[in-house]
Nanobody, 127 residues
Framework: QVQLVESGGGLVQAGGSLRLSCATS????????MGWFRQAPGKEREFVAG????????GYGDSVKGRFAIFRDNAKNTVYLQMDSLKPEDTAVYYC????????????????????WGQGTQVTVSS
C-alpha cells in the first residue's frame, strides 16, 4: 500500500528557508503526479505547488510563485518543496498529496484531484 510521509517542517524566522520532504513508500514516486497544499487555522486548504508524473510540468499558487520550488529525487522516491523568503503568512500545516492515476504529465492544482494524502507537517514563520 502506498503511503506518503512528510518531514522537514519547523519554526523559522521571516526571510528564512525550509525544505519539506515527502517520501513515497510502496511504489516509485515518479509514477504519480504530486502536490503540496497547506491549511492555516480557520482557512481553506490552499494549493501550493504541483509536479506532473515522470518529472512533468510544475505549477505554483500565486502566493508562493518565485519563492517556492517543487522537485523530485526519483532515486529516493521523494518529492521536495523548497521554501525560500518565508513570510509569516506562510504559516500553516503543509500536506503532500498524490494522484494515483494520471494520464498526462500535467500537474494538478485542485485538491479533489488527489487521492492520497500525507499526515501533514507544521511550518511556523515568525516575524
Amino acid at each position: 500500500q502506498v503511503q506518503l510521509v512528510e518531514s522537514g517542517g519547523g519554526l523559522v524566522q521571516a526571510g528564512g528557508s525550509l525544505r519539506l520532504s515527502c517520501a513515497t513508500s510502496g511504489r516509485t514516486s515518479s509514477t504519480y503526479a504530486m502536490g503540496w497544499f497547506r491549511q492555516a487555522p480557520g482557512k481553506e486548504r490552499e494549493f501550493v505547488a504541483g509536479i506532473g508524473k515522470s518529472d512533468g510540468s510544475t505549477g505554483y499558487g500565486d502566493s508562493v510563485k518565485g519563492r517556492f520550488a517543487i522537485f523530485r529525487d526519483n532515486a529516493k522516491n521523494t518529492v521536495y518543496l523548497q521554501m525560500d523568503s518565508l513570510k509569516p503568512e506562510d504559516t500553516a500545516v503543509y500536506y503532500c498529496a498524490a494522484v494515483l492515476q494520471s494520464y498526462s504529465v500535467a500537474y494538478y492544482s485542485r485538491a479533489s484531484s488527489y487521492e492520497l494524502w500525507g499526515q501533514g507537517t507544521q511550518v511556523t514563520v515568525s516575524s
